[in-house]
């Protein structure tokens, strides 16, 4: 099975990140939240901005500007965390907006160019209304950053 068949006809969360477009697949995402209360949590990983509960769940929240060594921006209104299942917890990503929900066809999907880019972090790009689009790979973006552990 190809990267893009993997990707066409699947809907996916598109969110911003330093106002760049990227997306993970709705099976995924458990909920979008807006910025709940966090707590910081002194000697943690950087990009773990500190943890939120969650009826009752202590979640651990990336910044993802912070994970993809981005410039940090103000906040706002419209900043999201967006809770995934990690693989045997749920964990938040801080994120500027999220944008949509949308599906992909498969032929605007184009697998990862052969650039630096950290290995394996994008399953591939889709072209979307003009918009390039990055889809996440979930699994590389929480578990494959030497900061995270």
Do not use: C, W
């Not at 910081?40 to 769940?57: A, F, H, K, M, T």
């Not at 995934?84 to 999907?109: A, P, R």
């Amino acid at each position: 099975m190809t990267v893009t068949s993997q990707i066409g006809g699947v809907q996916f969360v598109v969110f911003s990140i330093n106002s760049q477009l990227y997306s993970l697949s709705i099976e995924e995402v458990v909920e979008i939240l807006r910025v709940p209360s966090i707590t910081s949590v002194p000697g943690i990983s950087e990009v773990i901005e500190g943890v939120i509960n969650l009826r009752g769940s202590i979640i651990p929240v990336v910044n993802m500007h912070k994970r993809f060594n981005l410039p940090l921006p103000t906040k706002h209104k419209k900043n999201r965390v967006v809770i995934v299942q990690g693989d045997n917890e749920n964990i938040g990503l801080m994120v500027e907006e999220v944008s949509m929900v949308t599906k992909f066809d498969e032929d605007d999907v184009e697998p990862m160019p052969g650039q630096a880019l950290e290995e394996d972090m994008f399953l591939g790009f889709a072209k979307n209304e003009g918009q390039v689009i990055g889809v996440l790979n979930l699994n590389k973006v929480l578990y494959d950053h030497h900061d995270l552990s």
